[in-house]
């Protein structure tokens, strides 16, 4: 199966070895986005409404570079710095999903980048 990477100027440049996202056959898998700047590469911390906010528009800019939109998301996994964070971060979540809800998994997890609060990444699928 032929790789394909995906990437676009309105999403944060990747910042180590690896791609904004990948096409393998018709699914699209895109790295973890935190909120970062895509214009400036500088992190936006604040509340966890404001960086799941502009993590999902990472997200949404990543999936519209493939062809695609949260539609076609077929799983999520969300890595949440405090799981206490969950119902104001999942009020975020569902305004991007509101047309079809995709398989997830939500972890605490023991730290993030740049101290980020949420870490976003989902699998899509074309056609």
Do not use: W
Not at 47 to 68: M, P
């Amino acid at each position: 199966m032929e790789k394909q990477a995906i990437h676009t100027d309105d999403a944060p440049a990747a910042i180590g070895p690896y791609q904004q996202a990948i096409r393998a056959g018709q699914f699209v898998f895109t790295s973890g986005q935190i909120a970062l700047d895509p214009k400036s590469g500088e992190f936006l911390a604040g509340e966890i409404e404001e960086e799941t906010e502009r993590t999902l528009q990472n997200i949404g800019a990543i999936l519209k570079a493939a062809g695609l939109g949260f539609e076609n998301v077929v799983k999520a996994t969300v890595y949440l710095a405090d799981m206490n964070h969950f119902a104001r971060m999942n009020a975020v979540y569902e305004k991007y999903f509101a047309a079809g809800k995709p398989a997830r998994a939500c972890v605490q997890v023991a730290a993030l980048p740049k101290g980020a609060k949420v870490e976003i990444d989902v699998i899509a699928q074309a056609g």
